[in-house]
């Protein structure tokens, strides 16, 4: 049961962090087209919520390293996050943590594959 938990909160992880940098590297060109599309900062939060939801699961049962990874790299989003809803200042923040999410939940998934088997 605890194996089956913690890859279902991996597979969350990466998916939504995947998904969060892909709407990350992609919307910016969205707004080139005349769609009248605009950046919405929540939608960046919905993402992080999700995210950190995820690690808090995780890093209850992870090792440091990987733990280590996951909280610095939510860092980074939740300050990226913040500082535009509340700062109206975009930094590029969001895309070294979505990218350290990734790698984080990754090894994760990967330590307990390799543990359980």
């Given at each position: 049961?605890?194996?089956?938990?913690?890859?279902?909160?991996?597979i969350l992880g990466i998916s939504s962090a995947t998904i969060c940098l892909v709407h990350c590297l992609v919307f910016p060109l969205l707004t080139i087209l005349p769609l009248g599309i605009n950046h919405n900062p929540f939608i960046d939060l919905v993402f992080a919520t999700i995210g950190l939801l995820a690690i808090l699961k995780?890093?209850?049962?992870?090792?440091?390293?990987?733990?280590?990874?996951?909280?610095?790299?939510?860092?980074?989003i939740w300050i990226n996050v913040l500082t535009e809803i509340i700062l109206d200042i975009h930094l590029d923040l969001i895309f070294i943590g979505g990218i350290g999410m990734i790698i984080g939940h990754f090894m994760n998934y990967r330590l307990h594959k390799n543990t359980n088997h």
């Open positions: 049961m605890k194996k089956s938990t913690t890859s279902f909160y991996d995780i890093i209850k049962k992870s090792n440091l390293l990987v733990a280590a990874t996951l909280i610095v790299s939510m860092s980074l």
